[in-house]
């Protein structure tokens, strides 16, 4: 069986901006928020990259390129769904409502990072590869022995498919029928390990095969149809059908972080390539322009408000306090052990001098 | 015989077990117990027996048979609203749960700065002693105090099983609970029907002396009590036999007071000697107490070898003569 | 997609005893061989589950009703090739050459029980479920490298499908091309979970389509569709053509372990009407008897025969020196640590009741 | 500077790393060095660089993303003739491959009596202090020291970490071969270019004094260095350093004669407190020289909280004003 046929990748939008599934509920508003959101999240990442050379926060995972399969899926969820993301996972997280401000504390090393604003359900990014998976499919168990309606989304790598928990969380999901999406980006590589070496199957989507999961392959850079293929997930979650596994087909154009240089392990000349052909903003502004949708003054408006507000975040985060370790001591348990307050204890009549 | 009132039983410790998760089940809707078997057969330890029918199979589940998937799950289960009680078959089937356990559930706090936290209780039966099968006798005590985020405690019999384990679930982090399988049904104690709790972090003395400090804890309980009560009509010295019960954190106090009492310690464990939670033992009795030392500390603890199969397992356990070799040795120093 | 007709259960052999893939080099010789292999597997056990009863030997693991699936599988590969049996499988390392003599020793608690005979490649029995897989993909791993044709078969149950090591040793035997064998027995359960409980799929077949792994499933109680298939499967191997994943549909009879009560978890007729219809020991003598290669006098002489080489094995098992403590303090390092040389020397004290 | 000979190099410790495995692969063809982005990309941190364009890809493999599968793998290929280098990417990625280690890695010589055998090295980059995200800086030895049948190494600096590799390459059982991140590229030592082994199991006294004895290894052995050199200029008394080098087995009898020298110990290692190897170190103590102390053995350690995010890693790691404080609470007892 060829799997690339019985798993083709959805497309929505053509290179070129053709509309090809044309029942859809496009309009204009629509497709300006998909393109602020990428825009948001593209000029995020690329302020993050340079602070990251100006040594202004720590090494940083950038994720250019992948914006349609992060904002289109996360626009796909509501407020109250939970969403897993990874350490490039940040225009999804950004979209469904993670500050800036946490974002770039996050890169300076800080809790304060992880924590979602109030409202929001999103996890700290998970570093472990592939261990959010069962978390996602923990939390959606939870809602549906709640009986609401709401769904976890949860993202992870090509590489990622490759351990054991990615294998579990799939089955779990899959035996109690848990309202969760599995999105998986497919940007080719694992670090400097290409998906060919990675396993040998032609696609990721067939591996939902094996746990009865419904699975599709979708264009990763063609946001409408990352958007409306992860909505009918999200339906059919919240319906009490179950899981589905998305494979979004894409493609990272940088490095795999600030540490890594791509140009040991592959021509970097494709991703120039790429960025110029399939990049998912160009894709959208394509789009745009055939609908008669896009603004010149519209963009360059949007594009000012978003480096206003990534400034004004860089701001407030340089005047954010230092970290205080107290913070250590005080979130190993609800309330601190006698050797942890020991140590506090040791930690700070040292710091103080005071000998004791 | 000593009268029972009606409200209180004489329990094995397992059942006793199953008496707190049932309590808890019934009390607290948010109660959880997850894992293999653990439903319409109750468990192969019967730990949950009786569990599926009185609380239907949304409150007690059969999950499919992986540890990462039950711990990693759970994970999820306990920061979105729920208890869950995960059973490990055998203390030596957890490790393939490691990495849930390591870097996520005992994180969680950390991480989100107390958005997200895990109550969760993980269970596992552990130790040598019951002609078990490979593996299945693992006692790692140790590789878990030295978790950061994570409590540790082990009962010796009904009546701490049931307070502990309770204790346990109410703890709003994560508690790994190991019950020591010789223990399950060697001997019954009297076990009140009603809720109670014994707070985490704190031993018990189990029998008063003055000359030597025992410290010892699960199986090894009961056998380092026979050996001393038989050793002590033959002598005319005392010990005071402590059940540590929490190995994370220590009781740090009470060490240190029979310390300080005696000058003389043994301490009994079945794991391998090297890393064992000794150290942990060492490491406060030379913060709080080391010049009270008379002798040093005589430790009576399993190989620096895998737990063997059965027909060796006697030999590689901790046995009456060696802890009373021990007790002389500190004695005699 | 339908999975059940995308895989369907092999049979070589009705359960009238009629053959259906007519095409095959069996005669009386070879079926007498198999149907040999299979009682003495099935007098073994029920042998220990006496042993057990009488409290001569530990804990035991049965396998009743799973010979055809162990014996069919073993005595498709090769002397030099390697085996990789869980605690159930004795009736296949017994095929492959594992003496019955260890096989008590093991059911004693002795490690020597672990131990295969010279030049014969059997692991000991693994334990900890699914763990074995990456040993097996390890093993023909190294066979491969080594440039050899040697194969390597590794059992497993339904309940292991659900575990990491499952995914991880089959994506790695198909991203490596190893030369292994995946035998999986779907026996339905695990312990009391059964297979619909542990997973969605309707087969284990299917979970090789996620590692582009040719995948298959056999009627388990058919030992000429096991021993065919998998032969198959072997020579795939040895030509260098890689892994595959065979899922021998089966049912045990009797108790998970003989410290497990089945009646807790299912109707035990069910397994009574089994073996009364899809035994795999009559399925074969079912056959054999219409090719007229049947002689009740030749099953006797050859039960004769078993009985004496078990009783045989048994007497020298009694007769088999104490376990010695230094098994252990020899066994964990090629030279013992002084840690453990220390331990030796106070256990030998102590028991001396020389106090040093 | 000394002069070097022109079979000696100075080397940074990564590529006196790099330089062993390098010399094991060229010696003996069963070497295999395998994990994730050791080929072409040569390690995360560069350590295989160059090893797959000299032995090709047979010998130097790129795995899938599965650190049981890497181990449990290497299982195979090491019990079928091979003697893998696994790479784990970062120390606190090893866990997904506990199981593998714990179970099989450690157990199959005593599984087997001796019929299999698994001579296989893991490596893998640990420690804070270098600013890497979370969970890559965990010090987790301690959770090894505690598996029997796994040997447990850890260099400080480039000589060491060539011979002590090579050494473990060519032991005939498992060893965890852990690299303290901070020391891959600070300084250089003379590393020679032929082969060498260093003997596991061999602490190394880096420093000799009178008075306090400070045990240490991996990336705290600089650290205590720099505070122990700094505090010697200002103060009448002097210090015994010892880099343990190898964490199981400990060097039982370089611990004990430097104790019973000075009867003062400090401790230094960036692990939380609890159960971390000044445990161990204790218990020798205990056993060898307990009533040499003449103070209470101080330790100087990471915290009982997860090993933080880099804004919190130095106020989480033992700093030189907390070593020097340590040696003078040890002096002045
Ligand atoms: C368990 C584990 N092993 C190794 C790593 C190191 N690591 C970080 S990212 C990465 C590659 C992940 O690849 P993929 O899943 O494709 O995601 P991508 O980085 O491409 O988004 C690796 C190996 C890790 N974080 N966790
Ligand atoms: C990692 C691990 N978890 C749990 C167990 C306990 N256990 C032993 S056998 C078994 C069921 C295995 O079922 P299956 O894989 O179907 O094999 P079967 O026993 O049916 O042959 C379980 C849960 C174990 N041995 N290893
Ligand atoms: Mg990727
Ligand atoms: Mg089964």
Known sequence: ?356 | MTTVAADVKKLTMIQAITDAMRTMLDEDDSVLVLGQDVGINGGVFRATEGLLNEFGEDRVIDTPLAESGIVGTSVGLAVNGFKPIAEMQFFGFIYPAFNQLMTHATRMRQRSLGRYTVPMVIRAPYGAGVKAPEIHSDSVEALFTHIPGLKVVTPSNGYDAKGLLIASIEDPDPVLFIEPMRCYRTGRTEVPAEKYTIELGKAKTVREGDDVTVLTWGAMVNDTMKAVEQWEKEHQATCDVIDLRTLYPLDRDTIKTSVEKTGRVVIVHEAPETGGVSGDILSVINDEALFYLKAPVQKVTGFDTPVPVYSLENEYLPSARKITWAIEEALHY
Chains 1, 3 share one sequence.
Request: with cysteine; hydrophobic share 35%.
């Open chain 1, 1 to 356: 069986m060829n799997m690339e046929e019985q798993f083709p990748i959805w497309q929505y939008v053509t290179e070129e901006g053709e509309l090809v599934q044309p029942e859809i509920d496009i309009d204009e508003a629509v497709s300006r928020a998909f393109y602020q959101y990428m825009s948001r999240a593209r000029m995020m990442d690329q302020k993050c990259v340079n602070l990251q050379r100006q040594g202004r926060i720590g090494t940083y995972v950038p994720y250019e390129g992948q914006e349609a399969a992060q904002v289109g899926s996360a626009l796909a969820i509501e407020d109250g769904d939970w969403m897993f993301p990874t350490y490039r996972d940040h225009a999804a997280t950004m979209t469904h409502g993670q500050s800036l401000h946490n974002l770039l504390l996050y890169w300076r090393g800080r809790l304060e990072g992880s924590v979602p604003p109030e409202g929001k359900n999103i996890f700290p990014p998970a570093v472990p590869i592939a261990s959010q998976l069962l978390h996602a499919t923990g939390v959606a168990w939870a809602e549906k022995k709640k009986n609401s309606d709401r769904v976890s989304i949860v993202y992870f790598g090509d590489g990622a498919t490759s351990e054991g928990d990615f294998h579990e969380g799939l089955n779990f999901a899959s035996v109690f029928k848990t309202p969760t999406i599995f999105l998986n980006q497919n940007n080719g590589y694992a670090i400097s390990v290409p998906v060919e070496k990675q396993m040998n199957s032609k696609t990721i989507a067939q591996k939902g095969l094996g746990y009865d999961i419904p699975s599709l392959r979708v264009d990763g850079n063609d946001i409408l149809a990352v958007y409306y293929e992860t909505r009918k997930a999200v339906e059919r979650a919240r319906r009490g059908d179950g899981p589905t596994l998305i494979e979004a087909v894409t493609w990272r154009y940088g490095a795999h972080t600030t540490a890594d240089d791509p140009s040991k392990y592959r021509d970097q000349r494709e991703s120039e390539e790429r960025r110029s052909s399939t990049d998912p903003l160009m894709r959208l502004e394509r789009f745009m322009r055939k609908q008669g949708w896009w603004s010149d003054a519209w963009k360059e408006d949007m594009e000012a408000g978003i480096t206003e507000e990534i400034n004004q975040a860089l701001k407030d985060v340089d005047r954010h306090p230092r970290s205080e370790v107290d913070q250590l001591f005080d979130n190993v348990f609800a309330k601190p052990t006698w050797t942890i307050e020991k140590q506090r204890q040791h930690h700070t009549n040292i710091n103080e001098g005071a000998k004791s």
